[in-house]
């Protein structure tokens, strides 16, 4: 009697695993259920860059498209060059496009969805350096956003001005599990963040990590599964957008105080390269999904 009640439990819990299987094939990572069922192309993790800094413009102003850099204080830029140079508390604030690139850095096969990463020959620089020690900051805003394949301008709707807006955005195909940059430091004593917005338009800074080292080095960032990428309706996967990115003044970094205030009033430098995702992205299928085109083209 044990016996059979053992294989009656066995049968039970083997059933139920095939129940489990059967419908995780069927969502393929979607809350849509399809007559497609998922197969065994349903997670497709890809390694995909997004910014290789070859063809890069620099904004003068918020304005203008292009890398945008900032800082925290501000420039002080009333009056003539006397007062500035007395009351500003940035003495240098420069974002440019240096020769340069890491020979560790792998270049990307001809086969590149976005047909970037296939050089390496320039990089984003900033030259930066403040008055006083304390909590400064460098941040820098991606060019105005576009279609991450097709490279074409996207809007969004503003609901505070009531109309359709660019942004200032870098776009994260797919379903993102991590971000991965190159990063050239000197060993000034800063921490790097990245900003993503998710769909919904909430902003999250993902973990903060030091750049204290010297020279090339990828950095990166995980992202944590509570961010929204994914919604109950076609197209399933949402993009998020990489909006800011930040090195912050530490005193502290890993545990250890840095060294003294002096070192972090002298001139620094900090290159980036290669900005790449890895995500998922399986998208469901289904007959017809590219009818609404019909009502985008004029």
């Avoid at 002080?76 to 500003?88: A, H, L, S, V």
């Avoid at 942004?167 to 991965?180: H, T």
């Avoid at 909430?202 to 204290?212: A, C, F, G, T, Y």
Wanted: net charge neutral.
């Amino acid at each position: 009697m044990k016996i059979k009640t053992n294989i009656v439990f066995i049968v039970s819990l083997c059933a139920a695993g095939y129940l489990l299987i059967n419908l995780s094939m069927r969502n393929a990572d979607s809350k849509i259920v399809t007559h497609v069922l998922g197969d065994v192309a349903e997670e497709e993790l890809r390694a995909l860059v997004v910014e290789d800094f070859e063809n890069f413009t620099v904004a003068a102003k918020i304005e203008d498209d292009g890398w945008f850099i900032s800082s925290t204080p501000k420039e002080y830029t009333k009056g003539d060059e006397e007062t500035k140079r007395k009351k500003n508390p940035v003495i240098k604030l420069e974002l440019k496009s240096v020769d340069g690139g890491s020979s560790d850095m792998r270049v990307e096969e001809a086969s590149s969805p976005t047909g970037l990463g296939k050089e390496k020959k320039k990089v984003l620089g900033i030259h930066f350096q403040f008055k006083y020690p304390g909590t400064n900051s460098v941040s820098i805003e991606p060019p105005f956003e576009l279609d991450w394949k097709e490279r074409t301008p996207v809007l969004t709707y503003d609901p505070a001005l009531r109309k359709d807006v660019r942004e200032r955005a870098l776009q994260l195909p797919g379903r993102i599990r991590a971000i991965s940059m190159w990063v050239h430091g000197r060993g000034f004593p800063y921490t790097l963040e990245v900003w993503i917005k998710d769909f919904k338009g909430e902003v999250h800074v993902l973990r903060k990590q030091p750049v204290n080292f010297v020279g090339w080095k990828p950095v990166i960032f995980e992202v944590p599964i509570f961010i929204p990428q994914t919604a109950d309706s076609y197209p399933v996967t949402r993009v998020v957008k990489l909006v800011r990115i930040v090195l912050r003044e530490t005193t502290y970094i890993a545990g250890e105080r840095s060294r003294s205030a002096s070192s972090n009033t002298t001139n620094a430098y900090i290159f980036f390269d290669q900005i790449k995702v890895l995500s998922d992205t399986y998208e469901v299928y289904f007959d017809g999904q590219e009818l609404h085109k019909a009502f985008d083209s004029k």
